[in-house]
C-alpha cells in the first residue's frame, strides 16, 4: 500500500493544522498507523500511533496532538493544536502490520509502509 501525506504548511505558534495521510487501498483496523516526524538535523522520532482505538502519543504531544482514522476511507488525520516552533518538522505517515505489543508502534521498525513526508513550520 501506498501512502500520502498532505496538510502542512507554515503556522504560528499557538495554532492548529491537521495533517492527513491516504492510503493507495484499504487497511485492516488490525494495522498500526503512525505518525514520525523529523527535525533538520536530528533524528527521526515518535509522534503518535493507533490500532483499532487505542492510541499512542509521545510526551512532547500528549494533550496537544490527537491522532485518529477513518477507515472507511483508509486515511488517518493527526489533529496538532497549540503548536510550538519545536514542533517544526518532515511529518511522515506509516502503516505497520498488527502486533499484540501496540507498544511496539513507538518504533519506526514496526512499520513497513512510509509516506514521502509533509513539511510543518512554526513561527514564534
Known amino acids: 500500500v501506498q501512502l500520502q501525506a498532505s496538510g502542512g504548511g507554515l503556522v504560528q505558534a499557538g495554532g492548529s493544522l491537521r495533517l492527513s495521510c491516504a492510503a493507495s487501498?484499504?487497511?485492516?483496523?488490525?494495522?498500526?498507523l503512525g505518525w514520525f516526524r523529523q527535525a533538520p538535523g536530528k533524528d527521526r522520532e515518535f509522534v503518535a500511533a493507533?490500532?483499532?482505538?487505542?492510541?499512542l502519543y509521545a510526551d512532547s504531544v500528549k494533550g496537544r496532538f490527537t491522532i485518529s482514522r477513518d477507515n472507511a476511507n483508509n486515511t488517518v488525520y493527526l489533529q496538532m493544536n497549540s503548536l510550538k516552533p519545536e514542533d517544526t518538522a518532515v511529518y511522515y505517515c506509516?502503516?505497520?502490520?498488527?502486533?499484540?505489543?501496540?507498544?511496539?508502534?513507538?518504533?519506526?521498525?514496526?512499520?513497513?509502509?512510509w509516506g514521502q513526508g509533509t513539511l510543518v513550520t512554526v513561527s514564534s
Open positions: 506509516a502503516s505497520g502490520p498488527p502486533t499484540y505489543n501496540s507498544g511496539h508502534y513507538r518504533r519506526s521498525s514496526a512499520y513497513d509502509s
Open positions: 487501498g484499504r487497511i485492516s483496523r488490525s494495522y498500526g
Open positions: 493507533i490500532q483499532y482505538a487505542e492510541t
